[in-house]
């Protein structure tokens, strides 16, 4: 059975830090692309960071760029993706999900539109306080 259990998301002020898990089973996911997109009230799901297979190729939104760091660890069984976040806006107020590709994407460069994601986690809240 496939899964994607998203961990580390909560209330921060402005200017602070959070990291968030993604641990995903079920399938060999060391040999597909990661990513975390996230989506706020009333918004549509938005492209946040992604990370290739091996980690060797990351992708991030212009809004992220330099206060945010994904990264990955391929072990046996399983995949954990890390999304740490640094210097939080209000603006990154969103629930955060993990996804990972699906099977055309095999080792190839990651996507960065959400259809080219076909395993998703249940979501993880991130609130930022001004």
């Known amino acids: 059975q496939v899964q994607l259990v998203e961990s580390g998301g909560g209330s921060v002020q402005a200017g602070g830090s959070l990291r968030l898990s993604c641990v995903a089973s079920g399938r060999t996911f060391s040999s597909y692309g990661m990513g975390w997109f996230r989506q706020a009230p009333g918004k549509e799901r938005e492209f946040v960071a992604v990370?290739?297979?091996?980690?060797?190729?990351?992708?991030?939104a212009d809004s992220v760029k330099g206060r945010f760091t994904i990264s990955r660890d391929n072990a046996k069984n399983t995949v954990t993706v890390y999304l740490q976040m640094n210097s939080l806006e209000p603006e990154d107020t969103a629930v955060y999900y993990c996804?990972?590709?699906?099977?055309?994407?095999?080792?190839?460069?990651?996507?960065?539109?959400?259809?080219?994601?076909?395993?998703w986690g249940q979501g993880t809240q991130v609130t930022v306080s001004s």
């Open positions: 990370i290739s297979w091996n980690g060797g190729i990351t992708y991030y």
């Open positions: 996804a990972g590709e699906g099977e055309r994407s095999y080792r190839r460069s990651p996507g960065r539109k959400a259809h080219e994601y076909d395993y």
